[in-house]
């Protein structure tokens, strides 16, 4: 009974993956002794994680059996410090052309002395950073793997401690900070081979941003999780009053949001912005902030004008380097209404992942529990700088 049990619940924790048939898969790479190998190729023989039988499945932690428990205690241990997040980086600033300033936190590691390895740039969500106890997870997971990747976390405006020098804020669809940091990167390493690996908000950039370059993309590929694909699916739904918005999700970005704002203070304000600024300092709620911050500075005529400008879904048919988005079907913060997932199954360069479980930025399986994103992200982004 047992035995049975495990086997019908691991099914129905298989995931799923969506993309292009077979025959028009988009070639990634061809070499003499393998040929045309198209994203479908890759996939199912590097990827086995996502594609073996046996393997392809993300079994939750069986205290953490739904997305609202995962996305819970994915939040609340976000500065949690342990072996597989054991990580040190060395920083740099850019400076924007606006005067708005970013960070680069390079992951340090005296093994990687070699300035033609491959390089992962990773982005964090709203409010995160390099400092997210997931993404350290994964930066030592790239890191160490066979690889021997170099890694770099991009740090969106006024994030981890980020100078704060213009008032111009990031939002969910800013892409020209990453356009910026990515040229700044590619120009210092002209050898080496780019992967973008980005969660939440730091998804739908990423993904906007590939779709934005189409055809003069320079990034080998990329990974999103959780990418809100959606701008404004997401908006209405970390809006909702209940639980996860009103105790964990909210305060937790509000409290990162607020400092920032704060620690910007001594910056001029365009008298044309007409900000409400005792309504911006006593928000609770994100939307507050970007309908009475983000949309007024950055010129849209409304907050729906400004969700709609932000949505990476309108460039995914736009993509032409090999894409993986992950996503779960159980996520509160980005629900899979938003998830344009005809638009997987069309263009020959992208795949979708969807896992029954996993919540927002959790993914957690086993016991203790660890982080499962781990190995189809460093599988997948090992295969496209071979």
């Known amino acids: 009974m047992v035995c049975y049990f495990r086997k019908w619940y691991a099914a129905r924790c298989r995931i799923q993956l969506l993309l292009a048939s077979e025959k028009t898969s988009a070639v990634v790479r061809h070499t003499e002794s393998e040929g045309m190998v198209t994203l479908h190729d ?109 890694v770099v976390v991009f740090n969106h405006r006024g994030t981890a401690h980020t100078p704060i020098t213009s008032a111009r804020p990031y939002d969910q669809g800013f892409t020209e900070d990453f356009r910026a940091a990515v040229k700044h990167v590619r120009a210092a390493n002209p050898d080496a081979k780019l992967v973008g690996v980005a969660f939440s908000m730091g998804a739908n950039i990423l ?74 300092m006593s928000a609770k709620r994100l939307s507050v902030v970007e309908k009475e ?36 079907l159980d996520d509160r913060i980005t629900p899979a209404r938003g998830i344009p997932v005809d638009k997987f199954k069309t263009n020959p360069n992208i795949a979708l992942v969807l896992t029954p479980h996993g919540g927002h930025l959790g993914f957690l399986t086993g016991i203790p529990p660890r982080i499962w994103l781990t190995t189809p992200i460093v599988e997948f982004a090992s295969a496209v700088v071979k």
Not at 209 to 238: H, M, N, Q, W
Not at 247 to 265: K, L, Y
């Open 42 to 150: 890759m996939l199912y023989t590097e990827c086995p994680s996502l594609t073996d039988p046996e393997r392809a499945h993300m079994t939750p932690t069986p205290y953490l059996a739904t997305g609202l428990l995962q996305t819970i205690y994915a939040t609340l241990r976000v500065r949690l410090r342990d072996k597989e997040s054991d990580v040190s980086y060395v920083r740099e600033l850019l400076v924007m052309a606006d005067g708005g300033t970013v960070s680069l936190d390079w992951h340090t590691d005296a093994s990687l002395d070699n300035a033609d390895a491959p390089i992962v740039m990773v982005m964090a969500g709203v409010g995160g950073s390099s400092r997210e106890h997931y993404i350290r997870v994964v930066v030592r997971a790239l890191a160490h793997s066979a690889a021997g990747f170099r």
């Open 207 to 280: 993904t906007k941003y590939i779709g934005e370059e189409g055809p003069r993309c320079t990034l080998a590929g990329a990974v999103t999780v959780c990418c809100p694909f959606d701008v404004k699916v997401t908006s209405a739904a970390i809006d909702e009053s209940n639980m996860l918005n009103n105790h964990v999700f909210q305060p937790a970005v509000m409290r990162t949001v607020m400092r920032a704002i704060e620690r910007g203070s001594h910056l001029p304000l365009d008298p044309a912005w007409n900000l409400d600024i005792d309504k911006i």
């Open 293 to 328: 911050l983000i949309t007024k500075i950055c010129g849209h005529k409304s907050i729906d004008e400004y969700y709609e400008n932000a949505s990476s879904i309108r460039y995914v048919d736009s993509i032409e380097v090999p894409f993986l988005a992950i996503n779960s």
